[in-house]
């Protein structure tokens, strides 16, 4: 047994395979405090199965690890979870409930660790205030916000309703968790401002975006006609973003290049997109799941971020500036980075401006080469995972001392 202070991390995921931006940002920052200051014991959903089939990558972030059964969730999950609407929490909320989850995180609890961290806003669903033990909240984006976004670009009155709904019970949810955690860490100074100017929540721990600048390695921007957008295609925000390129954008790229080829990569693509995409003939694939984003990125002539919703770090947005691939990118899907335009990416907001922007980098090699160098750059000097999970313990450190003083008051 290790005389270091335990630190329990709540996840409502499994986090393998690694195949979204918030499990990249999430194990990023498990590996950084392995080995540190504290002992790390991960609990979240698995079976049997995911543990045997996952235990190497489990032992790199995480020192025990816990789980309760992951429920099952059938083919028709998205459609059969909208009958929790009515439900006073947000949809996504309500699904993240388990009596496993309580019943399992109690126990560990009661071994009075020396700090509780949960990840995500959805897990304080699983949290039983006031909690025992100092506790930190681990945000990734402001989760209302996204359902505001959804709200306000959805033009079906109906969708259009049910976003408006569930933005009041998300924001509601959000606003009463965080204030009752010691610490809250956020991923961008913007998100930090929110919670203090909409929920009363000041002096969030903002930690800094990691990347791993090893795996991703820098490749020049050779493939002159190949796009690419990475990102988990189950992600409404990722999918609001391709059918608003697919269906405004890629027409103008396609007519000024018509050699150029698109390639979506990230799981679970809806099929009515890869429909649509083959149904007008596109020069389009999609990728679903792949073991190594690499393969598809290295090389790429230009990396596209089409979103019209969304909120976080962008993670994307730093693994393509670390791989080497040149930015096109709405105010959206880049928002809350510091970085420049035109010297670390090409920002466009109107279906001509981007399409414009992206066609200039297929025809302009030095253009390309330059955005891409100094992107790279950008990210070596200002981001890895080590600092992100220095920066993480000291928020652990600073929710200790918050939760000693008031017990002393």
Not at 42 to 52: D, F, G, N
Not at 124 to 150: C, G, K, Q, W, Y
Not at 383 to 394: D, G, I, N, R, W
Request: proline share 7%; net charge negative.
């Amino acid at each position: 047994m290790s005389d270091k202070p335990t630190l329990l991390f709540v996840s409502t995921r499994f986090l393998f395979p690694v195949d979204s931006g918030g499990k990249i940002r999430t194990t990023q920052v498990l590996r950084g405090l392995t080995g540190g200051k504290f002992r790390v014991v991960l609990v979240s959903p698995a079976s049997a199965r995911l543990v045997a089939e996952h235990g190497e990558y489990l032992a790199r972030v995480c020192d025990r690890f816990e789980w309760w059964p992951e429920p099952a969730r059938g083919p028709l999950f998205e459609l059969t979870r909208l009958r929790h609407l009515p439900d006073p929490l947000p949809v996504p909320v309500r699904t993240d409930c388990h009596p496993g989850a309580v019943e399992k995180i109690a126990t560990l609890l009661a071994e009075q660790p020396a700090v509780a961290v949960y990840d995500f806003a959805h897990a304080a669903v699983l949290a039983d205030f006031p909690l025992p033990v100092p506790s930190v909240m681990f945000t990734h984006n402001v989760e209302a916000e996204i359902f505001r976004r959804h709200r306000d670009v959805a033009t079906n009155p109906i969708k259009k309703a049910i976003w408006a709904n569930q933005f009041r019970k998300m924001q509601r949810f959000e606003r009463d968790s965080l204030r009752r955690f010691d610490v809250v860490v956020a991923v961008a100074d913007r998100d930090s401002e929110q919670f203090a100017r909409d929920y009363g929540v000041g002096g969030s721990h903002i930690i800094p975006t990691g990347v791993d600048l090893d795996f991703f390695s820098y490749h020049a921007p050779e493939r002159d006609h190949e796009i690419v957008f990475c990102g988990s295609m189950d992600w409404m925000a990722n999918q609001t973003g391709i059918e608003y390129y697919m269906n405004e954008i890629w027409p103008l790229i396609a007519a000024e290049e018509p050699d150029t080829k698109m390639t979506v990569v990230g799981r679970s693509p809806p099929e009515r997109m890869v429909n649509a995409a083959s149904q007008k003939g596109l020069n389009w694939t999609f990728t679903g799941f792949v073991d190594d984003v690499r393969d598809y990125m290295s090389g790429a002539a230009v990396s596209v971020i089409p979103l019209t919703v969304g909120g976080g770090t962008r993670l994307k947005a730093y693994e393509a500036m670390s791989a080497g691939n040149p930015i096109v990118s709405t105010s959206i899907g880049i928002e809350g980075l510091p970085v420049v335009p035109e010297q670390h990416y090409l920002n466009a907001d109107t279906p001509n401006e981007f399409a414009a922007a992206v066609v200039r980098l297929i025809r302009d090699r030095e253009l390309r080469v330059r955005i891409a160098q100094a992107a790279r750059q950008h990210v070596e000097e200002n981001f890895s995972y080590t600092v992100a999970a220095e920066s993480f313990e000291q928020a652990c450190e600073r929710a200790i001392s918050r939760f000693e003083t008031h017990q002393v008051a």
